[in-house]
């Protein structure tokens, strides 16, 4: 019997003007792990994420997350919270307003959602502040809480942590402990090499669009 995986990259290939930017990617990721891609700038983790998340169609292979292809049997995945690059948040919003206008959008997630969601990663959801006044580091939170707001099932985090501070970086931690333990199949890039070793059941490194050695970092708390 073959074991399901709750997302799968079936030898994945994707060229984008004739140029190969990830080759032959073969993924299989389970529900309630974290997984921590690492490599060099330009080695293609932003496009395996884009790939994984329903952003870009892959030239060759499939990914299926939760038993579904995507660009097949759907666009993206049913259940995906995505944070890659900065979020296109309005600047004129308050950072509750901005996330109540995407909350609206599919009409599942109420205001207490919308708060608990912005106090988990440690922003005050009666904060008055435009979002232009925020600094990058609140930008960042603000996006992290838009990814996690709809309890997606998949989390994929490009770079979390590049805007925060020492106690920003210490409270995602936690946070992405505590949605690990409730399940969700969390991905991360990261260029901190303690930080995601800390995070991560397993690691994956990427070279030129390969994935060139993944290992297992062992049972975790
Ligand atoms: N829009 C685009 N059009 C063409 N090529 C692109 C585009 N975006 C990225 N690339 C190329 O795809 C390759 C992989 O880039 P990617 O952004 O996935 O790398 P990365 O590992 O996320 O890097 P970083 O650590 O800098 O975030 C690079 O060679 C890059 O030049």
Do not use: W
Not at 3 to 22: D, G, H, R, T, Y
Not at 84 to 108: Q, R, S, V
Not at 146 to 172: C, F, H, R, W
Not at 194 to 216: A, R
């Amino acid at each position: 019997m073959t074991e399901s995986f709750f997302v799968k990259a079936n030898n994945v290939s994707k060229e984008i003007n004739k140029q190969p930017v990830l080759k032959n990617i073969n993924l299989s990721l389970n529900k309630g792990k974290i997984y921590g891609f690492r490599g060099k700038n330009g080695s293609g983790k932003t496009m395996l994420f884009r790939a994984l998340c329903g952003l870009i169609i892959p030239t060759e292979g499939t990914v299926d997350v939760g038993g579904v292809t995507l660009g097949k049997d759907a666009s993206f995945p049913l259940s995906v919270g995505v944070l890659i690059e900065y979020p296109g948040f309005l600047n004129n919003y308050t950072g509750f307003k901005n996330l109540k206008m995407l909350a609206e959008l599919n009409d599942l997630i109420d205001d207490e959602r919308i708060r608990e969601s912005i106090r988990l990663v440690g922003l005050d959801p009666e904060d008055k502040r435009k979002y232009r006044k925020y600094s990058l580091g609140m930008k960042q939170r603000l996006g992290l809480a838009q990814a996690i707001m709809e309890k997606p099932e998949l989390i994929i985090l490009d770079e979390p942590t590049n805007a925060l501070d020492s106690d920003g970086v210490e409270e995602l931690k936690k946070l992405l402990l505590d949605l690990k333990n409730e399940q969700k199949c969390i991905l991360i890039a990261s260029h901190d090499k303690e930080e995601l070793d800390y995070l991560s059941d397993e690691i994956f490194l990427m070279e030129n669009g390969k994935i060139v050695d993944h290992y297992d970092l062992g049972e975790k708390q």
